[in-house]
């Protein structure tokens, strides 16, 4: 009420300012940016979208700007442990009728984990039918919060699993666990025929 919104001919709801991908109010001259304008509330997509604003001002040409979606936020509950998630969950997911896979990797199969006595916990993801491209991801375990963002940047930058599982990880660490999830991925590619292609060069390799 304090801003007047209704003067300025600012369209806005219950959830707060309405804003375009670029941050732009009804008012194209006018952004918004923060809590009122965000539909996740969250310190930082509070920064990321203040950021945005920043650099939409300054860079008036429209491949310059940047868009700002909610489909690829983070997010963390401090609890012990910790929880993480980014993008779609299995509900979402059922009720928006998209088509997934599914892939979890307990931490039981984390030798850093097994060795830390942390091994409750576990990394679950999403991605479209048939492809690697990541849909979601939920973490449940220690240092959840910093294990997601190897998904998070995967999601932004398209890189699926399959890729994840080329990357060489440092071991003994919980960063391992992208890669184990990448692995499960790739042993559903292992079609039957794949398998006797496999075993037939193998058995070449062997004969020399």
Same mark, same amino acid.
């Given at each position: #009420?304090?801003?007047?919104?209704?003067?300025?001919?600012?369209?806005?709801?219950? %959830?707060?300012?309405?804003?375009?991908?670029?941050? @732009?109010? %009804?008012?194209?001259?006018?952004?918004?940016?923060?809590?009122?304008?965000?539909?996740?509330?969250?310190?930082?997509?509070? #920064?990321?979208?203040?950021?945005?604003?920043?650099?939409?001002?300054?860079?008036?040409?429209?491949?310059?700007? @940047?868009?700002?979606?909610?489909?690829?936020?983070?997010?963390?509950?401090?609890? #012990?442990?910790?929880?993480?998630?980014?993008?779609?969950?299995?509900?979402?997911?059922?009720?928006?009728?998209?088509?997934?896979?599914?892939?979890?990797?307990?931490?039981?199969?984390?030798?850093?984990?097994?060795?830390?006595?942390?091994?409750?916990?576990?990394?679950?993801?999403?991605?479209?039918?048939?492809?690697?491209?990541?849909?979601?991801?939920?973490?449940?375990?220690?240092?959840?919060? #910093?294990?997601?963002?190897?998904?998070?940047?995967?999601?932004?930058?398209?890189?699926?699993?399959?890729?994840?599982?080329?990357?060489?990880?440092?071991?003994?660490?919980?960063?391992?666990?992208?890669?184990?999830?990448?692995?499960?991925?790739?042993?559903?590619?292992?079609?039957?025929?794949?398998?006797?292609?496999?075993?037939?060069?193998?058995?070449?390799?062997?004969?020399?």
């Amino acid at each position: #009420d304090r801003l007047n919104l209704k003067a300025a001919d600012v369209k806005h709801n219950e %959830s707060g300012i309405e804003v375009n991908d670029y941050l @732009q109010t %009804s008012q194209r001259h006018i952004y918004a940016a923060g809590d009122v304008a965000n539909r996740l509330k969250f310190t930082h997509t509070a #920064d990321f979208t203040a950021r945005a604003v920043v650099r939409n001002v300054l860079m008036p040409l429209p491949f310059l700007r @940047q868009k700002v979606s909610c489909a690829i936020v983070p997010w963390c509950t401090y609890t #012990d442990p910790e929880v993480a998630h980014v993008g779609l969950g299995e509900s979402e997911a059922r009720k928006d009728d998209t088509a997934y896979d599914l892939f979890v990797v307990p931490l039981t199969e984390l030798d850093r984990a097994v060795v830390e006595s942390e091994e409750a916990g576990f990394a679950k993801i999403l991605t479209r039918k048939g492809s690697d491209q990541i849909l979601g991801a939920t973490i449940l375990g220690p240092h959840a919060g #910093d294990l997601l963002h190897e998904f998070v940047l995967a999601m932004n930058a398209k890189i699926g699993l399959g890729k994840i599982a080329a990357a060489i990880h440092a071991y003994p660490t919980f960063a391992e666990l992208a890669r184990k999830v990448g692995d499960k991925y790739n042993k559903t590619r292992l079609t039957p025929r794949a398998k006797k292609l496999f075993a037939w060069l193998y058995r070449r390799a062997r004969r020399g």
